[in-house]
């Protein structure tokens, strides 16, 4: 049972449009991450925030950026879509106390850009 | 890997059998989890062990840490045709353990 929301679920969009990735958490969590995935590959990391207006760059280089105004809300905007951003978007939230609780994750954005 | 390496990177076995997950990883670390994720889905959690634990039990899980190697194990027992899934280990790095990264992943076929 998810109680961390992401949609669409399934997007194809076009070369040079503008999408937002949207991430929703009903369990109050402080800590919100975004992971990108390609099929059968590992995790990497390209965002995370500590809280609300708190938003940090992950381990890998994206053109993505995300926003954080409200704990409950983190969404991932591409200002302009490429093929190369063709990949699946995860997102997850924990909570910041204790350390070292797990990740839950919503069950992903696969985005195909053509 | 950004973390390190997963191993085996695929596993397939008989329904009944034993599997046996390894995972190394470079930095120090606050804790270890190993998540489960079934195909096009989202990760989902089973098991964390601590940085001053050895060994932890979950069920038919049972997780293995050494961080004098910097690595770990992930054991399934009695494995069941319900398991086929990718597990990855994820570290908690220092400080504070907030910003959590992924290793390779082992991707685990059981037949029945």
């Known amino acids: 049972e998810a109680d961390i929301y992401q949609t669409p679920r399934y997007l194809v969009i076009g070369t040079g449009k503008k999408i937002t990735l949207e991430c929703s958490q009903t369990?109050?969590?402080?800590?919100m991450y975004w992971y990108q995935q390609d099929p059968g590959m590992e995790l990497h990391l390209i965002h995370y925030?500590?809280?609300?207006?708190?938003?940090e760059k992950g381990d890998l280089s994206s053109e993505s950026t995300v926003s954080r105004i409200r704990t409950e809300h983190f969404p991932l905007t591409l200002e302009s879509a490429r093929p190369s951003h063709t990949s699946q978007y995860l997102c997850?939230?924990?909570?910041?106390?204790?350390?070292?609780?797990?990740?839950?994750f919503g069950n992903g954005t696969r985005l195909t850009v053509t | 890997s950004q973390q390190g390496e997963e191993d085996p990177q695929a596993l397939s076995i008989q329904e009944g059998e034993n599997a046996t997950m390894n995972c190394s990883y470079k930095?120090?670390?606050?804790?270890l989890q190993w998540y489960r994720q079934n195909s096009g889905r989202g990760l989902v959690h089973l098991i964390l062990?601590?940085?001053?634990?050895r060994e932890k039990h979950s069920g038919r899980l049972r997780v293995t840490l050494d961080t004098s190697k910097k690595s770990s194990s992930l054991l399934i027992t009695a494995s069941r045709a319900a398991d086929t899934a990718s597990y990855f280990c994820?570290?908690?790095?220092?400080?504070?353990?907030?910003?959590?990264?992924f290793g390779a992943g082992t991707r685990l076929f059981v037949k029945a």
């Open positions: 997850a939230s924990k909570k910041g106390i204790p350390m070292g609780s797990p990740l839950h």
């Open positions: 930095t120090s670390i606050n804790n």
């Open positions: 062990i601590r940085s001053n634990e």
């Open positions: 369990m109050g969590h402080d800590k």
């Open positions: 925030s500590y809280g609300v207006n708190s938003t």
């Open positions: 994820a570290t908690g790095s220092m400080p504070g353990g907030f910003k959590t990264i």
